[in-house]
């Protein structure tokens, strides 16, 4: 069975934001992991400064789905000494973590294997008509679970997300059955120049090609109007940050 250190690791999950930072920045974005997953209660990050860690701490949270159990960070900055001390917020004890994803796996364990020896468009296929089929919007939140509608747990366990959770949720999902996602945040936009909510979805590698593919609005309107869209065929109602 995979742990919660084993989905942490960029050699096992697809981490795009990782692999664009320098090496000083890959460094500071490992220790920071590593000791999330290992829930320390604070993380000393030296050589550094708060808007770095700000900024890596958002690039993992994109990258690593199985970070659920962690709903923000504080952080101490001492300038002098060109350090940061963080201080995660854990969701979760590291006991109930692990039992969440270990019961992740085993609800979901059916629709991964069924990916097996497939192509990539019949395992994206399989996955966004999962979404479509077990996971409703969820107006609440589940703020009685810590706001978990936000992460993966909600969406694969409770049947019920927000776009943040369910987009979270199908990557872990993808990284699972070797399809390469990228969580993609902005703002919907019902006409032209009308800027609405803030909004994330994923953009997939398919066959060797990029597509945008919204599960939060297929599911709702049980459709495919938002699988596999070009770059150009997305911003007619999205506008990226």
Not at 3 to 12: A, G, V
Not at 26 to 51: A, N, W
Not at 218 to 227: A, E, I, L, P, Q
Request: hydrophobic residues 35%.
């Amino acid at each position: 069975m995979k742990d919660l250190i084993y989905f942490s690791k960029p050699e096992n999950v697809y981490c795009y934001h990782y692999e664009r930072l320098g090496k000083k920045e890959q460094k500071l974005y490992r220790k920071l992991v590593d000791s999330m997953f290992r829930f320390q209660p604070s993380i000393t990050l030296r050589g550094t400064g708060r808007e770095t860690v700000e900024e890596i701490y958002e690039k993992l949270k994109c990258d690593l789905p199985a970070a659920f159990f962690d709903e923000g960070i504080e952080m101490v900055w001492y300038p002098v000494l060109h350090k940061v001390k963080v201080m995660p917020r854990y969701r979760f004890s590291r006991k109930d973590a692990e039992n969440i994803l270990a019961e992740v796996l085993k609800r979901t364990e059916q629709l991964t294997e069924s990916c097996r020896n497939r192509t990539d468009l019949e395992k994206e296929n399989l996955i966004h008509d999962w979404f479509c089929a077990n996971v409703i919007y969820d107006d609440n939140y589940m703020q009685k679970m810590g706001g978990s509608s936000f992460e993966l747990a909600a969406p694969l366990l409770w049947g019920r997300g927000v776009c943040s959770g369910i987009s979270k949720a199908a990557k872990f999902l993808f990284d699972q059955v070797g399809i390469r996602s990228i969580l993609m945040l902005g703002r919907t936009r019902d006409r032209p120049g009308a800027v609405g909510e803030e909004h994330c979805w994923l953009m997939v590698k398919i066959d060797g090609q990029r597509y945008h593919l919204d599960l939060t609005f297929d599911m709702t309107t049980k459709t495919k109007r938002y699988f596999n869209l070009t770059d150009q065929q997305i911003l007619e109602d999205r506008v990226l940050i």
